[in-house]
Protein backbone atom coordinates (compact mmCIF):
# COMPACT_ATOMS: atom_id res chain seq x y z
CA UNK A 1 0.00 0.00 0.00
CA UNK A 2 1.00 3.52 -0.87
CA UNK A 3 1.43 6.19 2.09
CA UNK A 4 1.13 9.97 1.63
CA UNK A 5 2.00 12.07 4.34
CA UNK A 6 1.72 15.75 4.40
CA UNK A 7 4.67 17.54 5.66
CA UNK A 8 3.52 20.96 7.25
CA UNK A 9 1.54 20.42 10.80
CA UNK A 10 1.36 16.61 9.64
CA UNK A 11 4.66 15.23 10.34
CA UNK A 12 5.22 17.70 13.06
CA UNK A 13 2.84 19.80 14.46
CA UNK A 14 2.55 23.43 14.10
CA UNK A 15 1.09 24.28 17.14
CA UNK A 16 4.17 22.54 19.42
CA UNK A 17 6.64 24.18 16.89
CA UNK A 18 5.27 27.39 16.47
CA UNK A 19 6.84 27.07 13.05
CA UNK A 20 3.99 28.50 11.62
CA UNK A 21 4.15 31.78 12.82
CA UNK A 22 7.48 31.93 11.54
CA UNK A 23 6.81 30.60 7.98
CA UNK A 24 3.19 33.04 7.57
CA UNK A 25 5.82 36.30 8.89
CA UNK A 26 8.22 34.99 5.86
CA UNK A 27 5.58 34.76 3.48
CA UNK A 28 4.13 38.20 4.74
CA UNK A 29 8.06 39.96 4.73
CA UNK A 30 8.40 38.22 0.98
CA UNK A 31 5.19 39.85 -0.46
CA UNK A 32 5.72 43.18 0.97
CA UNK A 33 9.26 43.91 0.25
CA UNK A 34 8.65 42.38 -3.69
CA UNK A 35 5.16 43.51 -4.74
CA UNK A 36 6.01 47.31 -1.97
CA UNK A 37 3.35 46.42 -0.12
CA UNK A 38 2.16 47.66 3.25
CA UNK A 39 1.85 44.59 5.88
CA UNK A 40 -2.07 45.00 5.25
CA UNK A 41 -2.09 44.88 1.71
CA UNK A 42 0.51 41.86 1.47
CA UNK A 43 -1.77 39.94 3.96
CA UNK A 44 -4.98 40.39 2.45
CA UNK A 45 -3.11 39.45 -0.96
CA UNK A 46 -1.70 36.23 0.61
CA UNK A 47 -4.56 35.07 2.02
CA UNK A 48 -6.31 35.82 -1.24
CA UNK A 49 -3.90 33.35 -3.30
CA UNK A 50 -3.79 31.11 -0.42
CA UNK A 51 -7.27 30.62 -0.74
CA UNK A 52 -7.63 30.49 -5.09
CA UNK A 53 -4.28 28.59 -5.56
CA UNK A 54 -4.05 26.33 -2.20
CA UNK A 55 -1.01 28.07 -1.54
CA UNK A 56 0.20 31.69 -1.90
CA UNK A 57 3.64 31.12 -4.36
CA UNK A 58 1.30 29.90 -7.04
CA UNK A 59 -0.54 33.43 -6.80
CA UNK A 60 2.66 35.36 -6.95
CA UNK A 61 4.28 33.00 -9.72
CA UNK A 62 0.91 33.39 -11.93
CA UNK A 63 0.25 37.38 -11.23
CA UNK A 64 4.04 38.96 -10.40
CA UNK A 65 6.45 36.65 -12.43
CA UNK A 66 8.27 35.65 -8.81
CA UNK A 67 11.21 33.24 -9.17
CA UNK A 68 10.18 30.41 -7.02
CA UNK A 69 13.59 29.04 -5.96
CA UNK A 70 14.55 32.31 -3.71
CA UNK A 71 10.89 32.54 -2.60
CA UNK A 72 10.75 29.02 -1.43
CA UNK A 73 14.20 29.69 -0.15
CA UNK A 74 12.82 32.42 2.28
CA UNK A 75 10.26 31.52 3.56
CA UNK A 76 11.27 28.14 5.22
CA UNK A 77 14.38 30.19 6.47
CA UNK A 78 14.21 28.93 10.17
CA UNK A 79 15.98 27.22 12.82
CA UNK A 80 15.79 23.27 12.24
CA UNK A 81 15.94 23.45 15.98
CA UNK A 82 12.25 24.58 16.20
CA UNK A 83 11.84 20.31 15.32
CA UNK A 84 12.62 18.09 17.57
CA UNK A 85 13.56 14.62 16.90
CA UNK A 86 10.85 12.34 17.26
CA UNK A 87 12.12 8.81 18.11
CA UNK A 88 8.19 6.87 18.58
CA UNK A 89 7.24 8.49 14.64
CA UNK A 90 10.72 7.19 13.21
CA UNK A 91 9.49 3.66 15.26
CA UNK A 92 6.13 3.84 13.60
CA UNK A 93 7.34 4.75 9.98
CA UNK A 94 9.99 1.63 10.33
CA UNK A 95 7.35 -0.81 11.47
CA UNK A 96 4.92 0.44 8.57
CA UNK A 97 8.04 0.20 6.10
CA UNK A 98 8.76 -3.25 7.71
CA UNK A 99 4.32 -4.66 7.21
CA UNK A 100 5.14 -3.81 3.18
CA UNK A 101 3.83 -0.08 3.24
CA UNK A 102 5.29 2.17 0.46
CA UNK A 103 5.81 5.64 2.68
CA UNK A 104 6.04 8.90 0.68
CA UNK A 105 5.60 12.81 1.53
CA UNK A 106 3.70 14.61 -0.38
CA UNK A 107 4.13 18.43 0.37
CA UNK A 108 3.49 21.40 -1.17
CA UNK A 109 6.93 22.84 0.37
CA UNK A 110 10.09 22.25 -1.50
CA UNK A 111 12.70 19.68 -1.46
CA UNK A 112 15.24 21.39 0.85
CA UNK A 113 12.62 21.67 3.36
CA UNK A 114 11.53 18.93 3.09
CA UNK A 115 14.70 17.46 3.26
CA UNK A 116 15.38 19.16 5.94
CA UNK A 117 12.42 18.56 8.49
CA UNK A 118 12.43 14.65 7.75
CA UNK A 119 16.28 15.24 8.81
CA UNK A 120 15.38 17.03 12.29
CA UNK A 121 13.06 14.99 12.92
CA UNK A 122 14.88 11.84 12.56
CA UNK A 123 13.07 10.35 9.99
CA UNK A 124 15.10 11.18 6.54
CA UNK A 125 16.65 8.29 5.87
CA UNK A 126 13.62 6.39 5.62
CA UNK A 127 12.27 8.34 2.39
CA UNK A 128 15.86 9.43 0.67
CA UNK A 129 17.43 6.31 -0.41
CA UNK A 130 14.59 5.68 -3.06
CA UNK A 131 13.73 9.37 -3.41
CA UNK A 132 10.28 9.40 -2.03
CA UNK A 133 9.72 12.79 -2.04
CA UNK A 134 7.27 14.84 -3.83
CA UNK A 135 7.32 18.13 -3.78
CA UNK A 136 5.67 21.83 -4.87
CA UNK A 137 8.44 21.50 -8.05
CA UNK A 138 7.32 17.97 -8.90
CA UNK A 139 3.82 18.39 -8.98
CA UNK A 140 3.92 21.96 -11.30
CA UNK A 141 6.27 19.70 -13.23
CA UNK A 142 3.30 17.16 -14.17
CA UNK A 143 0.75 19.86 -15.67
CA UNK A 144 3.33 21.55 -17.40
CA UNK A 145 2.81 25.34 -17.46
CA UNK A 146 -0.39 25.28 -15.17
CA UNK A 147 1.49 25.03 -11.68
CA UNK A 148 -1.30 22.78 -10.32
CA UNK A 149 -0.55 21.58 -6.35
CA UNK A 150 -2.65 20.41 -3.51
CA UNK A 151 -6.17 20.77 -3.18
CA UNK A 152 -6.09 20.40 -7.07
CA UNK A 153 -6.80 16.89 -8.30
CA UNK A 154 -3.77 17.10 -11.01
CA UNK A 155 -1.79 17.03 -7.80
CA UNK A 156 -2.87 13.60 -6.52
CA UNK A 157 -2.57 12.64 -10.06
CA UNK A 158 0.94 13.95 -10.46
CA UNK A 159 1.51 12.13 -6.99
CA UNK A 160 0.19 8.83 -7.71
CA UNK A 161 1.98 9.42 -11.01
CA UNK A 162 5.80 9.64 -9.52
CA UNK A 163 4.98 6.95 -7.22
CA UNK A 164 4.32 4.48 -9.70
CA UNK A 165 0.76 3.82 -9.18
CA UNK A 166 -2.41 3.58 -10.92
CA UNK A 167 -5.61 5.25 -10.84
CA UNK A 168 -8.18 3.05 -8.59
CA UNK A 169 -5.37 2.09 -6.83
CA UNK A 170 -6.01 2.14 -2.97
CA UNK A 171 -4.11 4.55 -1.46
CA UNK A 172 -3.77 6.46 1.80
CA UNK A 173 -3.82 10.34 2.03
CA UNK A 174 -2.25 11.50 5.27
CA UNK A 175 -3.23 15.50 6.21
CA UNK A 176 -4.02 18.52 8.44
CA UNK A 177 -5.90 19.77 5.77
CA UNK A 178 -9.73 18.44 5.26
CA UNK A 179 -9.35 20.52 1.70
CA UNK A 180 -6.39 18.34 0.81
CA UNK A 181 -8.50 15.16 1.64
CA UNK A 182 -11.14 16.30 -1.27
CA UNK A 183 -9.80 15.11 -4.17
CA UNK A 184 -8.31 12.01 -2.50
CA UNK A 185 -11.26 10.61 -1.66
CA UNK A 186 -13.06 11.08 -4.43
CA UNK A 187 -10.07 9.06 -6.64
CA UNK A 188 -11.17 6.34 -3.82
CA UNK A 189 -8.09 6.29 -1.64
CA UNK A 190 -8.04 6.05 2.52
CA UNK A 191 -7.69 9.32 3.95
CA UNK A 192 -6.59 10.06 7.13
CA UNK A 193 -7.27 13.92 9.25
CA UNK A 194 -4.55 14.43 11.85
CA UNK A 195 -7.19 16.80 14.35
CA UNK A 196 -4.71 18.37 16.57
CA UNK A 197 -7.88 19.18 18.74
CA UNK A 198 -9.94 20.95 16.01
CA UNK A 199 -13.39 19.86 16.63
CA UNK A 200 -14.67 17.23 13.95
CA UNK A 201 -17.36 18.31 11.84
CA UNK A 202 -20.80 16.75 12.06
CA UNK A 203 -20.12 15.07 8.85
CA UNK A 204 -17.00 13.85 7.93
CA UNK A 205 -16.06 11.09 5.40
CA UNK A 206 -12.62 10.48 6.81
CA UNK A 207 -11.02 9.01 9.29
CA UNK A 208 -9.97 11.18 11.67
CA UNK A 209 -6.86 10.58 14.36
CA UNK A 210 -6.16 12.75 17.05
CA UNK A 211 -1.77 12.52 16.56
CA UNK A 212 -0.22 10.88 13.69
CA UNK A 213 1.06 8.23 16.30
CA UNK A 214 -2.21 6.41 15.42
CA UNK A 215 -2.04 5.99 12.19
CA UNK A 216 0.07 2.91 11.76
CA UNK A 217 -2.67 1.15 14.46
CA UNK A 218 -5.21 2.70 11.84
CA UNK A 219 -3.68 1.25 8.67
CA UNK A 220 -3.63 -2.16 10.05
CA UNK A 221 -7.07 -1.77 9.79
CA UNK A 222 -7.99 -0.87 6.56
CA UNK A 223 -9.15 -2.98 3.50
CA UNK A 224 -6.20 -3.20 0.69
MG1 LIG B 1 -0.13 20.52 6.17
Given amino acids: MKVFYDLDNTLYSYSETGVHNVISE ?3 RFVMRTLNLDREAANTLANHYY ?7 TGL ?6 DPDPYYKEIHDF ?9 ALRTMLLELEGRGCEQWVFTNGD ?12 IQEIFSPKNRFIDIFSQWEYVKGEYVNKPFKGSYLAALHIAGGIVGERCVMIEDSAENLKVP ?6 CVWIRHGRPIPERFPYHVVESLLEVAPLIA ?3 K
Fill in 61 to 66: IKHHNI
Fill in 79 to 87: PMTMIPRNE
Fill in 185 to 190: LELGWH
Fill in 111 to 122: RAHALRVTAALG
Fill in 26 to 28: NII
Fill in 51 to 57: GTYGITG
Fill in 221 to 223: TLP
